[in-house]
């Protein structure tokens, strides 16, 4: 199985940061990555496919990066309304199974 | 408008098997490149993917949960199954199901999740 690290665990930061949430495979998983946020009680919600790909209704300032085994979400400046855990989800097109990494909580500093 | 729902038992006893219905409404699950899938978050945890169904009726599941995972699709009512067997209080989550496409390998559409509890 490929094995997802997602770091940090926890952020702390402030309103007009920039903030970069990495995640790791153990293995190549070409541009399979997608990002989620998920606010709680909330279901998820796709910002990122194919690991750069925008989804439609998603703020600009949400841009994903990176192939092979490492990736990177980077919010330009965060708002108020950013304030989530985000999850990044690979595709293992080996074993044709998906795996989600551990989250990351932004909080406020 | 995509949308998906989630029903079942809130409450299953230890060694119980779940089953679980998702209905959607806003797409087909005959159409070419569609899959509908099952996802769980334990309270305070992470996101657990489970098993998927795609229009061809190809299924995939969770290497770790495939034994005890059966997925299938009524496609005349809009449905999808989800059964979960031998329950244990571990496997206490938020159930949702959730719609992707084969081109993304992500997914775009969720339900709101239900919340399964295993408990004596």
């Known amino acids: 199985d490929i094995q997802m690290t997602q770091s940090p665990s926890t952020l702390s930061a402030s309103v007009g940061d920039r903030v970069t949430i990495t995640c790791r495979a153990s293995q190549s998983i070409s541009s399979w990555l997608a990002w989620y946020q998920q606010k709680p009680g909330k279901a998820p919600k796709l910002l990122i496919y194919k690991a750069s790909s925008l989804e439609s209704g998603v703020p600009s300032r949400f841009s994903g990066s990176g192939s092979g085994t490492e990736f990177t979400l980077t919010i330009s400046s965060l708002q108020p309304d950013d304030f989530a855990t985000y999850y990044c989800?690979?595709?293992?097109?080996?074993?044709?199974?998906?795996?989600f990494g551990q989250g990351t909580k932004v909080e406020i500093k | 408008q995509i949308t998906l729902k989630e029903s079942g038992p809130t409450l299953v006893k230890p060694t119980q098997t779940l089953t679980l219905t998702c209905t959607f409404s806003g797409f087909s699950l005959s159409t070419s490149g569609v899959g509908v899938g099952w996802i769980r978050q334990p309270p305070g945890k992470a996101l657990e993917w489970l098993a998927l169904?795609?229009?061809?009726?190809?299924?995939r599941y969770s290497p770790s949960l495939k034994s005890r995972l059966t997925i299938t699709k009524d496609t005349s009512k809009n449905q999808v199954v989800l059964t979960m067997t031998n329950m244990d209080p571990v496997d206490t989550a938020t159930y949702y199901c959730?719609?992707?496409?084969?081109?993304?390998?992500?997914?775009?559409?969720w339900g709101q999740g239900t919340l399964v509890t295993v408990s004596s």
């Open positions: 959730a719609h992707q496409q084969l081109w993304l390998q992500s997914i775009d559409y």
């Open positions: 989800q690979q595709y293992n097109s080996y074993s044709a199974s998906w795996t």
């Open positions: 169904i795609y229009w061809n009726d190809d299924k």
